[in-house]
């Protein structure tokens, strides 16, 4: 039979002198007697020790067209192996995976792999990197960063599609690890986190900032758009020129709408017109790559060159239609660089899903 748990000896927490453990992966810091689960689920005492409880399970394997990260700047048109496991540091009352990221049952643990088996799977499927999604990967950081270490040693490049909650000395040892990162900022006010998450906004900010200013990571940011919650002209506002003036023009940001989900059902999908709203203010912030995301929308997902406009990559969701960048990043126009990572453009893996199974596990 094979173990529905781990008990993969866990890094970044240290013992309390009232006989409990301190867990110092993410700004919660949960403090736990023995047997006691963290907020996330997955992180555990036992024993007098943390553990990670979710090493090598995973709630599935897809191959997923990179843009559905979302990510439209880092090797267009290429595919992505991915993965996520069970539970979430974050407490989003409008999760959209909350299947995954809400769990606390074991069996949502369908497959298992260890990490030089992602990587091996991941290059037999043609994937070109491997993400760390669906849950946020920070809560499984042991586990993505060996699986990091293999997909590198096997020439695959590596994403994490993350909230960015995680403390400072963790941040620095994951993200040195990832290639790219989407970043989920949720909002830009405290109440917003506090209230809908459970969270704090300072930390992600910190994360968005390390990031572009001490890393070689590309990063895009996605902000879901939740009508009546954080899709006022001064709130999107003000987090476009945050982007501009902390991380640069050219940081891609992702606008996605909305549907009712988890304990968020009284609340409308996001219309069409707030999304082309939305971009139009980021885009007179000064932010040069703005895409509309969960719509049919050419304009919002099509990536123009900022100096002559011309348009580089055409989109329709996830499936592109014309891909002009050259393969060192420029405008095929003007020359202008394109911001991201580029190659040399071998056509648009669409927009289907693959599942994949790795393992299996079986019960007595």
Known sequence: MISPESRFPARWWHALSDGRVQCDLCPRECKLHEGQRGLCFVRKMDSGEMVLTTYGRSSGFCVDPIEKKPLNHFYPGTSVFSFGTAGCNLACKFCQNWDISKSREVDTLVDRAMPDEIAATALKAGCASVAFTYNDPVIFAEYAMDAADACHAAGLKTVAVTAGYINAEARREFYAKMDAANVDLKAFTEDFYFTLTGAHLQPVLDTLVYLKRETSVWVEITTLVIPGHNDSDAELEAMSEWIVRELGRDTPL???????????????????????????????????????????????????????????????????????????????????????????????????????????????
């Open 254 to 364: 992702h606008l996605s709408a909305f549907h009712p989900d988890w304990k968020m059902r009284d609340v409308p999908p996001t219309p069409a017109a707030t999304l082309t709203r939305a971009r139009a203010i980021a885009q007179r912030a000064g932010l040069h790559y703005v895409y509309t995301g969960n719509v049919h929308d050419l304009a919002g997902g099509t990536t123009s060159c900022p100096n002559c406009y011309a348009a580089q990559i055409e989109r329709d969701w996830y499936r592109i239609d014309a891909y002009r960048v050259t393969p060192l990043g420029q405008c095929s126009q003007c020359g202008t660089d394109i911001a991201g990572r580029f190659g040399v453009y071998g056509g648009s893996f669409g927009q289907r899903r693959i599942p994949i199974t790795v393992h299996r596990p079986t019960r007595a």
